[in-house]
Nanobody, 124 residues
Framework: QLQLVASGGGLVQPGGSLKLSCTASGFTLDYYAIGWFRQAPGKEREGMAC????????DYADSVKGRFTISRDNAKETVYLQMSSLKPEDTGIYYC?????????????????WGQGTQVTVSS
């Protein structure tokens, strides 16, 4: 069974930084495109950033462009989401998900397997 584990969440002050990690068990992460998604309180889950299998292609939601960076280390089978200049509206549960196909729309409908999520709270 494919399982993804998102970690690295926590409480951070506005303007601060946080780095999330996504690892896999039961399969090799290298073969999958990975997306990071956020579900804010009372809102639907939306795609924040996606990365292709090689890492050569990335896409971001407009709300996080220039602040978030998605990357992957296939040797470590880990995908990261570096978040900087965090705002209170970045608060939510962050999930990573995998897909055999890369889509520049970074929409959750394109992804098959999901992790359990990690909570990020941006507050002073």
């Amino acid at each position: 069974q494919l399982q993804l584990v998102a970690s690295g969440g926590g409480l951070v002050q506005p303007g601060g930084s946080l780095k999330l990690s996504c690892t896999a068990s039961g399969f090799t992460l290298d073969y999958y495109a990975i997306g990071w998604f956020r579900q804010a309180p009372g809102k639907e889950r939306e795609g924040m950033a996606c990365i292709s299998t090689s890492g050569a292609t990335t896409d971001y939601a407009d709300s996080v462009k220039g602040r978030f960076t998605i990357s992957r280390d296939n040797a470590k089978e880990t995908v990261y989401l570096q978040m900087s200049s965090l705002k209170p509206e970045d608060t939510g549960i962050y999930y990573c998900a995998s897909s055999l196909w890369y889509s520049s729309t970074c929409h959750e409908a394109d992804f098959d397997s999901w992790g359990q999520g990690t909570q990020v709270t941006v507050s002073s």
